[in-house]
């Protein structure tokens, strides 16, 4: 018999109001996950939805139940606070994510684990190789890119790209994430992973456009708590002591 890709493996998905992309996304995550490792599990953060993703993951949850979990926000507490949940959650020795709205191709993460294997790193996270989004917004990451470089010397293709395998010993050995409403939490946790000495190498994934559904991740509001939580984290490694 053919041994599996790698030994165990968590996912997780974060999911507001994603009730028209999320049972699709799981669908094409499984078998993915059947063929390349013997443990597996994943979990659904339902992070304070309006509309009917409740209903929908406990549908998805029959499909595996002693695979698929749960979790459920409410109130809303935003993208960092949903990563956060998976993360922390998650039981097995590497640990990847993604977006729910079906824009990445789940079968990709094995050119993420190849990846892994060949440098022996403990992140590796995605970079687009062609992002399907407007040019604006494709800017306006790349200041914010700078930015983080300027500021922590953190410099990577692409900081935000939602599609990263992490080897859990990173997550229970960094500071706490702290990030919830913004869209900092991927910055945070790279720079507080760089910052402990982790190994982070990169490969590039395919982009789709969305089908169904909305982003929020350009709300003004939380590209505000963005910048809040940029400065508070520079402020607190360059100045504040315990």
């Not at 028209?20 to 339902?46: D, Y």
């Not at 729910?100 to 590796?124: H, M, Y």
């Not at 900092?184 to 969305?210: C, D, N, T």
Request: contains cysteine; positive net charge; hydrophobic residues 40%.
């Amino acid at each position: 018999m053919k041994p599996y890709l790698i030994d165990e493996l968590s996912v997780f998905y974060p999911c507001y109001n994603e009730e028209k992309n999320i049972e699709s996304t799981v669908a094409k995550t499984i078998p993915v996950l059947k063929k390349i490792t013997g443990k597996w599990e994943i979990i659904l953060v339902n992070d304070g939805s309006k509309d009917n993703t409740a209903k929908v993951l406990e549908t998805i949850k029959k499909q595996a139940p002693k695979q698929i979990k749960i979790i459920t926000h409410n109130p809303n507490r935003g993208y960092g606070g949903a990563v956060k949940s998976g993360l922390y959650n998650s039981k097995y020795k590497w640990i990847t994510f993604t977006d729910s709205d079906g824009q990445f191709d789940f079968s990709e993460v094995v050119n993420l684990i190849k990846r892994q294997q060949q440098t022996k790193a403990d992140i590796v996270i995605g970079y687009y190789l062609s992002r399907q989004v407007s040019k604006l917004t494709i800017l306006t990451s790349k200041i914010w890119e700078l930015i983080v470089f300027i500021l922590f010397g953190l410099k990577v293709t692409d900081i935000d790209c939602a599609f990263k395998l992490i080897n859990k010993k990173v997550v229970d050995t960094i500071p706490k994430l702290e990030s919830e409403r913004g869209a900092f939490i991927s910055s945070e946790f790279l720079i507080k992973a760089k910052k402990a000495g982790f190994k982070i190498a990169e490969v590039g994934v395919h982009h789709y456009p969305r089908t169904e559904g909305q982003a929020t991740g350009r709300n003004l509001k939380v590209i505000i708590k963005s910048f809040s939580d940029l400065f508070r984290l520079w402020y607190k490694i360059n100045f504040k002591r315990d």
